[in-house]
């Protein structure tokens, strides 16, 4: 079955440190891959995504580029701020059936100043 | 931005009580889904729908039920609550007609049951 496999955290950093977010995927078909951030107390919201291989996803900074040929969306933004922290999740969408998303198990990221 | 709401934001209640989470949404949505969250972060689909009178069971396992009477409307009941159902619950929606359009996400219900 389809599934999405993150770095696993807490990841820590400086203020205006380099992020990199490993996510890779297991998916039959073409999925569309998504990366969500939930802020402390609050719901998932959309980061940013990307619907065919080869497309990059951008939003506030951060990037990720779908790569079919390694089944990876991995998440990187050259200078992350202390309101950065949050728990980022990646996803795919489930093309057949139900449409359904699938998350990986979600990175908690921590920067400090 | 998504006009997606949950309440209560919190709930503690003792074991044995019924309590019905509610969601609603006023973007129109077909589909809507159940997710449980656990302490670790991790998001566990527990019911969806795809539209009125239609829900089906997620890829958790949960004794709780849900309801579609309506589009933008999606309750989910407990009927005898128990300290194993601690835990977040949260509720999100997307469009029916375009499988790249993203779930949309209230800010979750966390329950406590004593």
């Known amino acids: 079955g389809n599934s999405v496999t993150q770095m696993e955290g807490p990841v820590t950093l400086s203020e205006e440190a380099f992020l990199t977010i490993n996510c890779t995927y297991t998916?039959?078909?073409?999925?569309?891959l998504f990366w969500y951030v939930q802020y402390p107390g609050e719901g998932l919201q959309l980061l940013l995504k990307?619907?065919?291989?080869?497309d990059k996803g951008s939003n506030k900074g951060f990037e990720a580029t779908y790569r079919k040929e390694t089944t990876s969306f991995h998440l990187e933004k050259g200078s992350v701020q202390v309101s950065d922290s949050a728990v980022y999740f990646c996803?795919?969408?489930?093309?057949?059936?139900?449409?359904?998303?699938?998350f990986g198990q979600g990175t908690r990221l921590t920067i400090n100043p | 931005e998504a006009d997606i709401y949950q309440t209560p934001r919190y709930l503690v209640i003792g074991t044995g009580k019924k309590i019905t989470l509610e969601c609603s949404q006023t973007?129109?949505?077909?589909?809507m889904y159940w997710y449980q969250q656990d302490p670790g972060m991790e998001l566990h689909l527990i019911h969806y729908?795809?539209?009125?009178?239609?829900?089906e069971k997620g890829d958790l396992s949960s004794e709780s039920t849900v309801s579609r009477i309506r589009t933008e409307h999606f309750p989910l009941t407990l009927e005898s609550a128990r300290p194993s159902h601690t835990s977040q619950y949260l509720c999100?929606?997307?469009?029916?007609?375009?499988?790249?359009?993203?779930?949309?996400f209230g800010d979750g219900t966390r329950l406590s049951i004593l």
């Open positions: 996803a795919l969408s489930d093309v057949q059936g139900a449409q359904k998303l699938v």
């Open positions: 990307a619907t065919k291989a080869d």
């Open positions: 998916a039959t078909g073409y999925p569309s």
């Open positions: 973007m129109g949505h077909d589909k």
């Open positions: 999100a929606s997307s469009e029916w007609a375009d499988i790249n359009q993203p779930q949309h």
């Open positions: 729908s795809y539209g009125v009178n239609s829900t």
